[in-house]
Nanobody, 122 residues
Framework: QVQLVESGGGLVQAGGSLRLSCAAS????????MGWFRRTPGKGREFVAV????????RYAESVKGRFTLSRDNAKSTLYLQMNRLKLEDTAVYYC???????????????WGPGTQVTVSS
């Protein structure tokens, strides 16, 4: 199993931008379809976006489509989430995990990284 560590979160005003990173250990990162998820006390865990193993194909939750861009660098075993035009409702702890395929929104690793807190203020 790949170990994951998220970073890049912070406090930002509404309308601002942040870039999250997910660093993966192990040599098998490139073989996994990867996704971002977020968790809030009120909504629980929410799917954000997913990217294919080669980075060519992506799929986004409707709530972030057009504002967030997911990418990956398999040579660096790193997943990125560029978040633009942030809204108050984007406030959450963000996590990365693998999924079975591009159409899936279910994480497959039982162990999660520490997550990274994103707080959007008005």
């Amino acid at each position: 199993q790949v170990q994951l560590v998220e970073s890049g979160g912070g406090l930002v005003q509404a309308g601002g931008s942040l870039r999250l990173s997910c660093a993966a250990s192990g040599r098998t990162f490139s073989s996994y379809t990867m996704g971002w998820f977020r968790r809030t006390p009120g909504k629980g865990r929410e799917f954000v976006a997913v990217i294919s193993t080669n980075g060519v194909s992506t799929r986004y939750a409707e709530s972030v489509k057009g504002r967030f861009t997911l990418s990956r660098d398999n040579a660096k075993s790193t997943l990125y989430l560029q978040m633009n035009r942030l809204k108050l409702e984007d406030t959450a702890v963000y996590y990365c995990n693998a999924v079975n395929h591009l159409a899936s929104s279910n994480p497959i690793f039982g162990s999660w990284g520490p997550g990274t807190q994103v707080t959007v203020s008005s």
